[in-house]
């Protein structure tokens, strides 16, 4: 069966530092992959999403980036983070098949201090 | 822009209680729509809806798509405190691949 790792679960970071958080599915090839973030009170607003290795495709111009170096690894990244990056960020992956269902981790809050 | 709306924001019923979440939505080329489940982290899919007037069903959960008038309702029968969560509706639309998530309802079921 299929599997998705998130980590870390909290994280703690003071304005101005970097930021690398990462994904990883198991159990399936050449997953759509996806990375969202969730507003306290809100629903989920997509960041990144990915078809393939090296393919991003950027929904929110921000100072986040996200980047596929393989095929089940996506990895979410800041240079410098800002107060408002702080939430919740979960990744998700489907199959490379239609509309099909996302499959979410179990996300990282991100507090930015 | 694709809008999605659900209602209401937040419910408190007891044990035993019937509840009808609902989800409306305003997107081009329509897809699916889909419902999940949010407990304390990840969301967890519920069910997907493509056609009008077919019931989807899970145990007490069940759930049906009106595309003529843009929503689905959400049911919940003989609820439990386990049923406490936030429950999202999002909407598959355009060529994208892209999901378009509602703000949710908070469920609170007392014992």
């Known amino acids: 069966s299929q599997t998705i790792h998130q980590w870390p679960a909290t994280l703690v970071q003071p304005v101005g530092s970097p930021l690398s958080l990462e994904c990883t599915v198991e159990g399936t090839s050449n997953p759509n992959l996806y990375w969202y973030r969730q507003a306290a009170g809100r629903g989920l607003q997509l960041l990144f999403y990915s078809v393939g290795i090296g393919q991003i495709s950027s929904e929110v111009p921000q100072n986040l980036s996200a980047s596929r170096p393989q095929d089940r690894q996506f990895i979410l990244s800041s240079k410098k983070l800002l107060l408002s990056d702080s939430g919740f960020y979960l990744c998700a992956w489907s199959v490379d098949r239609g509309y099909s269902p996302l499959h979410f981790g179990n996300g990282t809050r991100l507090t930015v201090t | ?111």
Not at chain 2, 88 to 109: E, I
Request: aromatic content about 10%; overall charge neutral.
């Open chain 2, 1 to 111: 822009e694709d809008k999605v709306v659900q209602s209401p924001l937040s419910l408190v019923v007891h044990e035993g209680d019937t509840v009808t979440l609902n989800c409306s939505y305003e997107v081009t080329n329509f897809r699916s729509l889909l419902w999940y489940k949010q407990e304390k982290k990840a969301p967890t899919f519920l069910f997907m809806l493509t056609s009008s007037g077919i019931e989807k069903k899970s145990g007490r959960l069940s759930s049906i798509l009106d595309k003529k008038e843009l929503f689905s309702i959400l049911n919940i029968t003989a609820t439990q405190t386990g049923d406490s969560a936030v429950y999202l509706c999002a909407v598959f639309s355009g060529s994208a691949r892209q999901l378009t998530f509602g703000s949710g309802t908070q469920l609170t079921v007392l014992p």
